[in-house]
T-cell receptor, first 113, second 112 residues
């Protein structure tokens, strides 16, 4: 089955700096890679996703890149703000009906003001 | 997007007791998923619940410990049976929507 590894486990950045979180996956058949943000005491919420037919996707200050050959994908947050502080989870799956998402271990991002 | 309501939001339980968590969705969905999030950990899928059939459990999770009901297309329950302190976790219900997986707010269980 799929296995997703995520690094780093914690990341502290100064407000305005960039943050990068990296994930690797094991199953070459996986074709859907979402990123979830979970604020303290809240539910995980999708912030961006990418499919395997695309190498990069951007949404304002957030971008995700995918390297299918190396089986890794990364989340990039630019111009970080204190409200970006949260736990971020990557996930992977083969996007078929009923296929489960396999999550990475999570990254605690702290943005210091 | 799907609106998912879970009850209870939190509870403190005694060892050896059982607790049932309810999940209500505002639209009809074929599949509902139950995840566990242990303190400071990631999300682990417990089981997938289809209406009208037995739930499908992931490795390490069994029906006797986590019985699931799915009586209709908008509702499911997860029971945590014979609880021990190791069952202290957040339990999240989720459903697939267009293009993403939506989560409920979670039920935070503390077992003493």
């Amino acid at each position: 089955g799929e296995n997703v590894e995520q690094h780093p486990s914690t990341l502290s950045v100064q407000e305005g700096d960039s943050a990068v979180i990296k994930c690797t996956y094991s199953d070459s058949a996986s074709n859907y890679f979402p990123w979830y943000k979970q604020e303290l005491g809240k539910r995980p919420q999708l912030i961006i996703d990418i499919r395997s037919n695309v190498g990069e996707k951007k949404d304002q200050r957030i971008a995700v890149t995918l390297n299918k050959t190396a089986k890794h994908f990364s989340l990039h947050i630019t111009e970080t703000q204190p409200e970006d502080s949260a736990v971020y989870f990557c996930a992977a799956t083969k996007r078929e009906y009923g296929n489960k998402l396999v999550f990475g271990a999570g990254t605690i991002l702290r943005v210091k003001s | 997007s799907a609106v998912i309501s879970q009850k209870p939001s939190r509870d403190i339980c005694q060892r050896g007791t059982s607790l049932t968590i309810q999940c209500q969705v505002d639209s009809q969905v074929t599949m509902m998923f139950w995840y566990r999030q242990q303190p400071g950990q990631s999300l682990t899928l417990i089981a997938t619940a289809n209406q009208g059939s037995e739930a499908t459990y992931e490795s390490g999770f069994v029906i006797d410990k986590f019985p699931i009901s799915r009586p209709n297309l908008t509702f499911s329950t997860l029971t945590v049976s014979n609880m021990s302190p190791e069952d202290s976790s957040i339990y999240l219900c989720s459903v697939e929507g267009p293009g993403e997986l939506f989560f409920g707010e979670g039920s935070r269980l503390t077992v003493l």
